[in-house]
């Protein structure tokens, strides 16, 4: 500000100088300041599809809704994978057993990128491994071929394209880095890497040969037998529809809310401090007054730290206030209802599953109910994930030799009430229809467990000659394999008790 003061003419009076403002900037501290990081200004969804799928993994790295839903999809959809033997033999079926455990992991990777993008393309390596490093029943002269290294690529490094005949071909970018290693044998850092560089020409000998030939830093390949698995499509669009589209304009609009909250909560750290000196009865007719203010307060505020306290020492005529913005629209929450409300429904997902609470303690139903339309969007996801396992076990049967292959399963989903679910499973089993293994797996409990540990506990009873814990009244002796006449099940029954 100038240092020119305002004179007013009054009549043979001496002109009086009237009060004037000055600002005094007061730096504050870097972290004194909200930042909202990575912010989107716009409330529209992007059209290309590489931008969408980046903002669908925004907003499931920030927001807590969307975020909490797909892990809980991936959870509840991908349980433990289990594989009917069929008519596999012992050796087949031990086998492809070997790599549940790894498609198990691969799997739950999977269904993640098949909400955030709905384009999974997998690869794998086949490996040729001795059997006996699969699995002590095998034989380890028998050599057998196994999936290895399996993964899937990255949805920003492939384009999809639509022929005339509305059939989808599926090319992948080469980045320019892999370009200059495969022709320098370098890496960006400027190392070099022989053996990497002898395992790309060893396993991708084509592709190291067309990199080599290639003309320029550009290189797109169309990718050629894969079994790429979709979300659902639109025939117009060569590109799947993310999982979460349908909420992106809800999480924009939520995100701005939060832009707001924060833009007026800096406000409140760096708010104004307005200093007042003279009144209509005693204005401030010295300059010097207002500089002796300011010398007491930048003092304090020179010394690296800002005070608490102000000793301040001025006339009666000194004001102090601190203008704050109104602060109303940052505390009431109401405003994030409803958008949170239309997040919860463009999801598909229940509140009661994501919290284990609903917003009223009246509501009827449960999460019995509530599970019904999450479990169709999970079904579909563990269908899809099927099919692709068949197909891979019908590669692995071709590359052994073998004569038959497995069924691969999901174990069931447990969304219902334990209790409902206890009750169903018993009354199937006493009809049953229900083997052993699969009623405890629904009470949660794992039958190879249950059985060794009933194993050691008749050996307990029989050496110490314990009685066996004593039928239940109304009881068929035929469950738990119990022989008539009581005893433990090793033991056979009497010739007494057989004439009875």
Not at 149 to 154: A, C, P, T
Not at 297 to 324: C, D, K, M, P
Not at 453 to 477: H, I, M, Q
Request: charged share 25%.
């Amino acid at each position: 500000m100038d240092k020119k003061t305002t004179k007013v003419a009054t009549g043979n009076k001496q002109p009086i100088k009237l009060a004037k403002a000055t600002v005094n900037p007061v730096v504050m501290d870097d972290k004194s300041v909200l930042f909202t990081g990575y912010v989107l200004d716009e409330m529209q969804i992007p059209a290309d599809y590489q931008k969408l799928v980046k903002m669908c993994r925004f907003f499931y790295m920030h927001d807590p809704i969307a975020g909490t839903v797909m892990n809980k999809i991936v959870d509840c959809a991908i349980t433990p994978l289990t594989n009917r033997k069929a008519n596999c033999s012992d050796e087949e079926y031990a086998v492809y057993n070997s790599i549940l455990d790894l498609l198990q992991e691969f799997f739950r990777n999977v269904c993640l990128e098949y909400l955030l993008s709905g384009l999974v393309v997998p690869q794998y390596e086949w490996a040729r491994t001795r059997g006996s490093d699969l699995s002590p029943t095998l034989d380890s002269r028998r050599r057998v071929y196994v999936p290895d290294n399996i993964w899937f690529r990255d949805p920003a490094s492939l384009t999809v394209k639509l022929s005339p005949l509305m059939k989808r071909y599926i090319y992948v970018t080469i980045d320019v880095n892999t370009i200059q290693f495969i022709r320098t044998g370098k890496l960006p850092d400027g190392t070099k890497d022989e053996e990497m560089l002898k395992e790309f020409e060893e396993n991708y000998p084509e592709f190291v040969k067309a990199v080599k030939s290639l003309k320029g830093t550009k290189m797109q390949i169309k990718l050629e037998n894969t079994r790429p698995i979709f979300s659902r499509t639109l025939p117009e669009n060569p590109y799947p529809i993310p999982y979460m589209e349908n909420a992106l304009e809800s999480l924009l609009h939520k995100r701005n809310l939060r832009k707001m909250d924060y833009s007026i909560a800096s406000r409140v750290i760096a708010a104004i401090q307005l200093i007042k000196l003279g009144s209509d009865d005693f204005p401030c007719t010295d300059e010097s007054d207002f500089d002796q203010i300011k010398e007491q307060i930048n003092y304090r505020t020179s010394t690296g730290y800002a005070e608490r306290i102000y000793q301040l020492f001025a006339n009666h005529t000194l004001t102090i206030q601190w203008v704050f913005p109104d602060t109303q629209a940052m505390l009431n929450r109401e405003k994030y209802s409803s958008v949170e409300d239309d997040i919860i429904a463009g999801l598909g997902f229940p509140r009661t599953l994501i919290t284990g609470e609903t917003l009223r303690s009246s509501t009827a139903g449960g999460s019995d109910f509530a599970a019904f339309s999450p479990i169709a969007t999970m079904e579909t996801i563990r269908d899809k994930l099927l099919e692709w396992t068949k197909v891979l076990y019908k590669e692995m049967q071709d590359k052994n030799g073998f004569q038959n292959r497995p069924i691969p399963a999901w174990s069931p989903m447990k969304l219902y009430k334990l209790l409902d679910l206890n009750n169903i499973g018993a009354s199937i089993y006493k009809e049953g229809s229900l083997s052993r293994k699969t009623r405890l797996e629904m009470q949660g409990l794992d039958f190879d467990t249950e059985v060794e540990r009933k194993t050691e506990e008749a050996k307990v009873y029989k050496k110490n000659k314990l009685p066996d814990a004593p039928a239940l009244p109304f009881s068929s002796p035929q469950i738990g394999n119990r022989p008539r006449g009581g005893g433990t099940p090793t033991e056979e029954p009497t010739v007494a008790e057989e004439e009875n």
